[in-house]
């Protein structure tokens, strides 16, 4: 089992910045993928960027550009350093972790709002 514990959340203004965090401990697989998931009101939840333990990203197209992910192999985390964020971005954000040969395991999410 991991234990994910997200921070960075907030309210922030059109074109501001948020840094995430996302520090998993407990049963860490060597070979892993950590990344964020969003959801919003209504709303299915989606994708914003994971990467690879190999350094390997993949991103939503609505976020490509913005939002750069990141993570620190000695310390079990992964940021996510979001920029020129709209209202549009507004959402619950979500750690990911899935380990080789594991189920995934969530964070229990940080709300990020966006004011116009």
């Known amino acids: 089992q991991v234990q994910l514990v997200e921070s960075g959340g907030g309210l922030v203004q059109a074109g501001g910045s948020l840094r995430l965090s996302c520090a998993a401990s407990?049963?860490?697989?060597?070979?892993?993928?950590m990344g964020w998931y969003r959801q919003a009101p209504g709303k299915q939840r989606e994708l914003v960027a994971v990467?690879?333990?190999?350094?390997?990203?993949n991103y939503a197209d609505s976020v490509k550009g913005r939002f750069a992910i990141s993570r620190d192999n000695a310390k079990n985390t992964v940021y996510l350093q979001m920029n020129s964020l709209s209202p549009e971005d507004t959402a619950v954000y979500y750690c990911?972790?899935?380990?080789?040969?594991?189920?995934?395991?969530w964070g229990q999410g940080t709300q990020v709002t966006v004011s116009s």
């Open positions: 990911y972790f899935w380990g080789l040969g594991t189920s995934v395991s």
């Open positions: 407990g049963r860490i697989v060597m070979t892993n993928t």
């Open positions: 990467v690879t333990s190999f350094d390997n990203t």
